[in-house]
Each structure stands twice: as structure tokens, then as C-alpha cells.
T-cell receptor
Framework: AQSVTQLGSHVSVSEGALVLLRCNYSSSVPPYLFWYVQYPNQGLQLLLK??????LVKGINGFEAEFKKSETSFHLTKPSAHMSDAAEYFC?????????????FGTGTKLQVIP | DGGITQSPKYLFRKEGQNVTLSCEQNLNHDAMYWYRQDPGQGLRLIYY???????QKGDIAEGYSVSREKKESFPLTVTSAQKNPTAFYLC??????????????FGDGTRLSIL
């Protein structure tokens, strides 16, 4: 079984400030980890993914995330927030289970950027 | 450009009516998925399909049905048995069945409401 916990359903930051969105997971097998972004009334877009190799992963739009196995965390960061970063962000865990790709999504964090 | 097309963008259902949501992809992906999104609940898996003429129930399949007659198409029917159908429905695909290290690609969703 696997689960994803995103701490904070809403996060507010000032424009230019650090963005930190938290994600913790649990999984019975080594998982693959993803962050997606969703703008209003749109689908999810992939920001970045961790599969194997380097634990610090860089994604689009200046975002990055670090996989910490000992902490079972995959927090998303961006050094300087931009107004266009206002959206909802989803962390997801993917494993191979029962012959198919099983993806579990967190409940999402809405990021508000204050000018 | 390749992608996933969902239609219609908005749909209204009357009591006792079945409605069908369309999902078409031109990415040549093997696997396709339907998710339901409710505020604060993340994404929940309704049905998935890894090959033509085969599909499996997800976590919340009751009141829904699907077909996969063509690789490109995976329509979802919301039946009258689904008593709370108001939600945002997302279709997704991934390149290869069982490849849990691959991200899912999403359409822009259909918002279903009750009249």
C-alpha cells in the first residue's frame, strides 16, 4: 500500500520569496515520485520526476525537489516565487502493483503568490 | 502537437440520465486512465486500461462504465447509478503498460454538473 501526505492545503508566499511545498510518502516498495501543477479548469502538467539516480531533481519553471529516502520526503522548492506560480500542486507516488502502474496522488496544495 | 483531448469541457446531467465523456489521445500510448477530482480530495482512480478491449476497475468504479475499442479512445459513461456525479473528470495516458517510472499525461478535463 502507498500513501501521500501534502502538508498544508493552502500556502501563501510573497512574490520573490522562497516556495516550499511539502510532500511525505509511504510505500511498501521503492516508489517513483512526481510533482504536477494544475491551473484552474485545466489538467495536470508534469513539473518534475524522480525515478533513479540523483536525488536532487530539477524541473520546469525553476522548480526542484529533493528525494530523501530516510525522511520519506519529496519536498518541492523554488528560490523566488513569481505571480505565474499561483496554482495547485500535486505530489504523486507511482509503483508497479498487480500488473499495472498504480499512482497515488496527494490532496494538493494551493499556492497563492502575494504581490 | 500530440496530446489528450477531452470533450465536452462542461456537461450537465439530468436525473436518471446517462452521459458519456470523450477522451482521445494521439500520443500512441498504451495505457489510459480516468480520474475523478473533488475539491480537497486529490485524484481518485475510476477505471484504467492497458490494452485495447481490456480495462479494470479502479478505486471508485461504481456507477461508471468504460470501453476501449480503439487504442486512441477511452470514453467514460456516468450512469444514473452514480448518485453524486458532480465533479471534475480527468483522462490520462502513459506510454507503456506497467511502466511505473513513466509520468501520466493529462487532458484538460470535463466538468460535470447536475441540472
Amino acid at each position: 500500500a502507498q500513501s501521500v501526505t501534502q502538508l498544508g492545503s493552502h500556502v501563501s508566499v510573497s512574490e520573490g520569496a522562497l516556495v516550499l511545498l511539502r510532500c511525505n510518502y509511504s510505500s511498501s516498495v521503492p516508489p517513483y515520485l512526481f510533482w504536477y501543477v494544475q491551473y484552474p479548469n485545466q489538467g495536470l502538467q508534469l513539473l518534475l520526476k524522480y525515478t533513479t539516480g540523483a536525488t536532487l531533481v530539477k524541473g520546469i519553471n525553476g522548480f526542484e525537489a529533493e528525494f530523501k529516502k530516510s525522511e520519506t520526503s519529496f519536498h518541492l522548492t523554488k528560490p523566488s516565487a513569481h505571480m505565474s506560480d499561483a496554482a495547485e500542486y500535486f505530489c504523486a507516488v507511482s509503483i508497479f502493483s498487480g500488473g499495472y502502474q498504480k499512482v497515488t496522488f496527494g490532496t494538493g496544495t494551493k499556492l497563492q503568490v502575494i504581490p | 502537437d500530440g496530446g489528450i483531448t477531452q470533450s465536452p469541457k462542461y456537461l450537465f446531467r439530468k436525473e436518471g440520465q446517462n452521459v458519456t465523456l470523450s477522451c482521445e489521445q494521439n500520443l500512441n500510448h498504451d495505457a489510459m486512465y480516468w480520474y475523478r477530482q473533488d475539491p480537497g480530495q486529490g485524484l481518485r482512480l475510476i477505471y484504467y486500461s492497458q490494452i485495447v478491449n481490456d480495462f479494470q476497475k479502479g478505486d471508485i468504479a461504481e456507477g461508471y462504465s468504460v470501453s476501449r475499442e480503439k487504442k486512441e479512445s477511452f470514453p467514460l459513461t456516468v450512469t444514473s447509478a452514480q448518485k453524486n456525479p458532480t465533479a471534475f473528470y480527468l483522462c490520462a495516458s502513459s506510454i507503456r503498460r506497467g511502466a511505473s517510472n513513466q509520468p501520466q499525461h493529462f487532458g484538460d478535463g470535463t466538468r460535470l454538473s447536475i441540472l
